[in-house]
């Protein structure tokens, strides 16, 4: 990469960009597909004409069926593209699973903001009841409902690609013989792939739980039998990846990822609960103008002490305080990492060296082997030569005697 010359790296800079905007046309496509498929969604669920089983239920499901369609194609156009951008092995990786990351959380940011759009929409008029009240009475119901089809389609494709896909692939490799088939190999079980699936769920589960409250025992059972779906075709289907993956190096990137999902799913939660008014059919929160009003009228009803308490946590002096003293602790731990790492470099420098010592003196002892060996093998040819020749003084004597 040093030894590149100047219209090399143009090139190269020219064609990522055209890639990249190649994959931002994607995205957007993928965005445009999940909000027309939504909206579509209700509205044939709003209107009353009848139809067959199956097409209302793909009709109802059809939202879930692009994202998961959506999340499926992506990640092999994702893992084709950067391919061509001539980047390091470890960065393709990272910057493969920060698109596809994106592709999923912003998927489920586009299903909301479609739901949002319906249910605060009003055709005649302006919102009366601050929502679409004829279209959706119950809209708290209508968003879990929305949360709980994305759970159970996203395990209902986990278990279908593994039993469909995954070990009918195995037995055509294992049987056939072909070259296509043997280029075509078993199935790699990647683990940032499976990773950034149990965070897509996570996050389905923050967002539901407010409108569906079952939904994070729902999501415990899934993730169950997910572990051991996925340990079966682990053993029986998959191969290990062609890459090294190291756990040490991405632990903190699966992190960030998930605290990633955990602040979108807290933004239209927190929106929700604040802004758009509660539903005046049913729910809990049926005689409060928005959700959030219960907080401040459940705290007028305990008692003094308690009250005052969290009244003086929810004040200004208490939040620049905290915010004062979370911001000295973090720039602790951020001293105190960069102290880790100046000795971190410093040991490795130190083993280095003693690496360098250890060679040197290895050699050392190489060379004064050599001469030894060199020492010892002219001392034995020297005696062995003195040998002869005493043998050879010899053998005239004894001859002379016996002919005397």
Not at 75 to 88: C, Q
Not at 125 to 145: A, D, F, I, R, S
Not at 271 to 280: F, G, K, L, N, Y
Not at 346 to 375: N, P, S, V
Request: net charge positive; hydrophobic share 50%; proline share 4%.
């Amino acid at each position: 990469m040093a030894n590149r010359t100047r219209s090399e790296r143009c090139r190269i800079y020219a064609l990522r960009a055209a890639l990249n905007l190649f994959v931002m046309a994607v995205l957007v496509t993928c965005f445009y597909c999940i909000y027309v498929a939504t909206v579509f969604s209700q509205r044939k669920q709003v209107e009353a004409e009848k139809s067959a089983f199956l097409q209302e239920l793909v009709v109802e499901y059809l939202p879930s069926i692009v994202i998961t369609l959506a999340n499926f194609i992506t990640p092999l156009i994702f893992s084709l593209i950067i391919t061509f951008e001539d980047y390091s092995p470890a960065f393709e990786i990272r910057f493969t699973l920060m698109r596809c990351v994106f592709m999923r959380l912003a998927s489920i940011g586009v299903l909301l903001f479609s739901l949002w759009v319906q249910i605060t929409f009003c055709e005649s008029q302006e919102c009366l009841c601050g929502y679409n009240h004829k279209t959706y009475p119950c809209w708290e119901t209508h968003v879990g409902q929305e949360m709980y089809k994305l759970v159970i389609f996203d395990f209902l494709i986990i278990v279908a690609v593994t039993v469909f896909v995954e070990f009918p692939r195995k037995i055509i490799v294992s049987h056939c013989d072909h070259g296509l088939v043997r280029w075509w190999g078993q199935q790699e079980f990647a683990v940032p792939q499976n990773v950034l699936e149990i965070v897509y769920g996570q996050t389905i589960c923050w967002i539901g739980t407010f409108y569906c409250p079952l939904l994070p025992a729902i999501n415990t059972v899934k993730y169950v039998l997910v572990f051991y779906i996925k340990k079966v075709s682990l053993v029986t289907n998959c191969r290990p990846a062609t890459r090294p993956f190291r756990a040490s190096s991405s632990h903190f990137f699966f992190l960030v990822v998930l605290l990633i999902g955990l602040a979108l799913a807290s933004v239209p939660v927190t929106v929700s609960i604040a802004e758009i008014q509660a539903s005046r059919v049913c729910g809990p929160f049926v005689s409060y103008s928005t959700s959030w009003q219960v907080v401040p009228r459940g705290i007028t009803q305990l008692p003094l002490g308690l009250r005052s308490f969290l009244l003086a946590l929810a004040s200004e002096a208490f939040a620049v305080s905290f915010f004062v003293i979370t911001c000295l602790g973090m720039f602790y731990v951020i001293a105190l990492a960069g102290a880790h790492k100046r000795v971190i470099e410093q040991l490795r420098d130190q083993l280095a060296m003693e690496g360098r010592d250890k060679r040197f003196l290895i050699q050392k002892l190489y060379q004064a082997q050599q001469a030894t060996y060199g020492r010892s093998a002219d001392a034995k040819g020297l005696r062995r030569n003195r040998a002869h020749a005493g043998l050879c003084l010899v053998e005239p004597s004894v001859v002379l005697e016996t002919q005397a």
